[in-house]
């Protein structure tokens, strides 16, 4: 084994030892080659080589969802940092401590014409919960006790993104077979858990037994079992009404998953206006019922977040709590319902469903509806479905499904970069199967993602080609455009062929019905890196799309 010359380096291996940290995505470099030479040397880390930074932010975001533990970012001195800031900043609204570790040069070198400089310190921090920055020669040992108790510190309180940037001078490549004594510097911890603050539980408590309609949306979440009976239980109530997406994992009978559908089909939008709103999770995808719910003026608005973060999405005066959820209602007494709220909604939503599956039992044509429809009915269960943004992810939404898949997708900023990347750190983590479903656009602004000699081979790729950005032949601004197809859309022709030549992926084609049958079983069963390009019109999606939610209003 071993160490590095510089002792600020032990130090820190020391302290994700001591938190358990052992995941690190590596980018090559030659000033972080301390961090390099250490952290390899030991058998606690698993270290994970990847080229280029904006994919591994994107993979060791992936691995810390999956592990639900911290993943650490090592990469070199300069710009190297920034291709970070897209995964920190996806980190940082998805609550996810990733942990940047940045080596920098020496102070006296930036901004006097070194290579491979910038201005590292605090350069991520509009998007990291800390930000600290550390001279990686100092050998003072009040200095280097004070460090640890940062570093420490920092760790012991992340759930969300920070950085750690160290400034080395060289030599970078020194080490030595002794262990230093770190004796100095870490002591028995005497930290412990802190106690929730359960001071708004009978301020909740009232709210929840006067409301005669109660609405509970839930957003993103990983899934949950817990979470999910407290959910269940509360579904039984015919006063109360769930609403929840596809990335929300929750697995009960009695919830709306379809908002879009649903709303589609109300008649009366007054007859839905809750007098308890209670929101939980994270980012929630559709757009209707965000704006429906800003118009009802809702009075009474819970937020539930353990961190305390609470967006104010509806434009609500909100009650925000950092209670737990599932423990709120275990606790909480059991009324008596106090009207059919829920009950009527949901009948109003199976209603609309029928009208959803008739459309689709009648339509013909190769769009992107009835791609997703068979994709969500003969994916292998148990499988984890990743879904990139813009069109895919929209799509998802209007579909039911099987409480046997687990969803999640990038809804923290929800941009298009490190889809691919994102399923690929969590896939080299998990040994199921894994489904990437992406679009054009995403897919080939993430190319890199293929790059990687660790690409898992549980993880097959499914490419949905509309030959441009799909989303703004949806949304109804860029409709009115006359460069739509070339600025906002960006038409293309590119497929992904080459790519899978290039990075020894085994490629699936269709552009119709029977081909997409007669090819999926053949892409499921193959144990090599695989991609299923499935093209679609341009034109045929948007379409049918508009012709859905038409029906639906009927």
């Not at 290039?502 to 499921?524: P, R, V």
């Not at 991609?531 to 508009?546: A, D, H, R, Y």
Request: net charge neutral.
């Amino acid at each position: 084994m071993k160490y590095s010359s510089k002792i600020l380096v032990e130090i820190l291996a020391e302290a994700f030892k001591r938190k358990g940290i052992q995941d690190l995505v590596i980018s090559p470099g030659s000033r972080n080659a301390p961090f390099i030479e250490s952290f390899t040397s030991k058998s606690f880390f698993n270290c994970h080589s990847i080229i280029d930074e904006r994919s591994a932010g994107f993979v060791g975001l992936g691995m810390a969802i999956r592990t639900k533990k911290p993943v650490v970012l090592i990469c070199t001195s300069g710009s190297a940092v920034l291709n970070y800031y897209p995964a920190i900043a996806e980190a940082f609204y998805q609550e996810i401590p990733l942990i940047v570790l940045s080596a920098d040069r020496p102070l006296w070198a930036i901004d006097n014409g070194q290579g491979q400089t910038i201005r590292q310190q605090g350069v991520l921090d509009l998007h990291c919960q800390k930000s600290l920055n550390f001279d990686g020669e100092n050998k003072t040992k009040s200095l280097l006790n004070l460090y640890q108790k940062q570093i420490t510190q920092s760790l012991d309180e992340a759930f969300r993104p920070i950085h750690f940037n160290v400034h080395f001078d060289e030599p970078l490549y020194e080490t030595n077979f002794q262990k230093p004594d770190l004796s100095d510097y870490f002591s028995e911890s005497n930290s412990h858990e802190s106690i929730p603050n359960y001071s708004d539980f009978e301020h909740f408590s009232e709210d929840w037994k006067k409301a005669s309609k109660k609405l509970i949306i839930i957003g993103q979440k990983s899934p949950n079992k817990a979470f999910s009976q407290a959910i269940e239980h509360l579904s039984k109530r015919s006063d109360c009404l769930i609403l929840t997406e596809t990335i929300s994992n929750i697995s009960i009978k009695n919830k709306v998953e379809c908002i879009d559908v649903f709303l589609e089909g109300i008649k009366n939008t007054s007859d839905f206006k809750p007098d308890l709103l209670i929101q939980t999770g994270g980012a929630i995808v559709s757009k209707k019922i965000k704006f429906l719910l800003q118009k009802l003026n809702i009075k009474k608005y819970w937020s539930f977040n353990k961190n305390g973060i609470h967006p104010n999405i509806y434009g609500t005066i909100s009650n925000s709590s950092n209670l737990c959820f599932s423990e709120t209602f275990k606790n909480i007494e059991h009324t008596e319902n106090l009207s059919n709220f829920g009950d009527l909604h949901l009948k109003e939503y199976h209603n609309t469903l029928k009208k959803r599956g008739q459309y689709l039992l009648n339509q013909k044509a190769f769009c992107d509806l009835k791609v997703y429809e068979f994709l969500f009915q003969n994916f292998p269960k148990s499988s984890q479905i990743h879904l990139s943004n813009s069109s895919v992810i929209r799509y998802a939404q209007l579909f039911s499904h099987s409480a046997d898949y687990d969803f999640y997708g990038n809804r923290g900023t929800s941009g298009i970069d490190g889809s691919t990347s994102t399923a690929v750190g969590h896939a080299i983590k998990d040994l199921g199967a894994h489904f990437m479903i992406t679009g054009d656009i995403s897919f080939f602004y993430d190319s890199n993602a293929l790059w990687n000699t660790q690409f898992p081979r549980n993880l097959k790729i499914i490419l949905i080609n509309n030959q441009g950005g799909d989303i703004f032949r949806i949304i109804p601004g860029p409709k009115k455009s006359d460069v739509r197809e070339d600025f906002f859309a960006t038409k293309h022709q590119t497929q992904a062929k080459g790519l899978c030549d290039s990075f020894g992926f085994d490629y699936y084609f269709c552009d119709n019905h029977i081909e997409l049958k007669k090819q999926w079983e053949c892409f499921l069963n193959n144990p090599n890196k695989t991609l299923f390009e499935i093209k679609i019109s341009e034109k045929i999606g948007p379409e049918t799309l508009s012709e859905l939610f038409e029906h639906l209003k009927k």
